[in-house]
């Protein structure tokens, strides 16, 4: 299981590597924002 503050941490980074593997599929939001 993941503590909160490492899950968000973590996850910010995770959405935008997923994003660019996708080929930038979606829009994100703001500096480090998520991707949509």
Known sequence: ???TTEAVVFEKPAEQ???DAAGGHGHSHGPGGHSH
């Open 1 to 3: 299981m993941f503590i």
């Open 17 to 19: 590597a997923a994003a």
